[in-house]
């Protein structure tokens, strides 16, 4: 009866060392609870069979663990539950002469302080430091920079 326990000790706490490791991320109960389980089974093992037997579920149970990770580690399993997207966007840049300090345009989202303008026909996102813009109010452009441009309310 006491063998069944302390293998069943062992194995739960394997499985939820084994969860902690590729499932759930940081120190959880679950490896806290798996590295209760197993300890809990050595020791029971100590107590039921000795020195010779508790030496023997040790040295066990220390092949099992590194057995059972390298397996989990080389199967694959974990390959199907990863993220495998990349992003393959790009960042909107605006040519060198498209837009220019003194251009005139419209704020076609408010801007608080960043929104979106079109100036000279071309959407834009635009900052205004300091304060806030609403739609379809006259802008006048300050600074141009690679991905968006500062602007100012066109008095």
């Not at 939820?16 to 590295?35: D, M, Q, R, Y």
């Not at 037997?53 to 099992?64: D, E, K, Y």
């Not at 302080?113 to 802008?139: H, M, S, W, Y």
Request: with cysteine.
């Amino acid at each position: 009866m006491y063998t069944i326990v302390i293998v069943l000790l062992i194995l739960l706490g394997l499985f939820l060392l084994i969860l902690e490791l590729f499932v759930l991320p940081g120190v959880t109960f679950a490896g806290l609870g798996g590295a209760l389980f197993i300890g809990v089974g050595i020791f029971m093992a100590y107590s039921q069979f000795g020195q010779a037997g508790g030496n023997a579920v040790l040295i066990a149970t220390v092949s099992l663990s590194v057995l059972v990770i390298v397996w989990s580690l080389r199967s694959g399993t974990w390959n199907k539950l990863m993220l495998n997207s990349s992003v393959d966007s790009k960042v909107e840049v605006k040519e060198d002469n498209d837009i220019k300090v003194g251009d005139e345009g419209i704020a076609i989202s408010r801007l608080n302080p960043v929104g979106k303008a079109i100036i000279n026909n071309i959407i834009v996102e635009a900052r205004c430091p300091g304060q806030f813009i609403d739609e379809d109010t006259p802008l006048e452009v300050q600074k141009v920079f690679k991905t968006y441009i500062i602007v100012k309310p066109k008095i």
